[in-house]
């Protein structure tokens, strides 16, 4: 049986999609035979090891949904930082142009601050109808009778505590 190759390019093009380049050894929901090395993760829930190691989106709903979420949510978290990074070096600049003749302020922070705001605004708009899609997984709904299962057996033990607490002398 032939052994057919595609290359990364060939890949991505076949996805139609955006992806997002994760760092060695990234912790999360991908394959193990792509997750030691240079990860590319899709927005569809492919992934691929950028040169002949690929995987389209899981068939399973829930792993595609799970992969999807940690493809926006890197993605968020990625934005947020470079936004905080951003804002805070213009805020030296500031006080440098204060402090210093010879040094500017960035005219155009703020403008690039708004930018930057609507970018994870659309972000976590493309995020939370897979976290709400999420909430309905089998994990999620057993974790929470967990955390039901958790509160009656605390609010148990409180009242037990109260009726001790209650016997004096």
């Known amino acids: 049986m032939p052994i057919t190759i595609e ?6 093009n076949r996805m139609g999609c955006d992806y997002i ?5 990234t912790d999360g929901p991908l394959p193990r035979e792509v997750r030691n090395g240079t990860t590319y993760l899709f927005e569809n829930g492919a992934v691929s090891d950028g040169r002949h190691k690929h995987q389209e989106p899981p068939t399973d709903r829930w792993q595609c949904l799970e992969r999807r979420r940690y493809y926006w949510q890197t993605k968020l978290d990625d934005e947020t930082k470079a936004f905080n990074q ?14 210093y003749v010879n040094q500017e302020a960035n005219a155009t922070a703020a403008e690039q601050l708004r930018a930057g705001k609507a970018r994870i605004e659309s972000i976590r708009k493309s995020l939370q109808p897979i976290l709400d899609e999420l909430e309905e997984s089998p994990q999620a709904v057993q974790r929470r009778r967990d955390e039901e299962a958790s509160q009656k057996r605390r609010s148990a033990i409180d009242a037990i505590e109260r009726d001790i607490m209650s016997v004096n002398i």
């Open 86 to 99: 951003f804002k805070n070096a213009a805020l030296d600049s500031v006080t440098l142009a204060r402090n």
């Open 21 to 25: 380049k994760l760092h060695r050894n």
């Open 7 to 12: 290359l990364f390019d060939e890949f991505c």
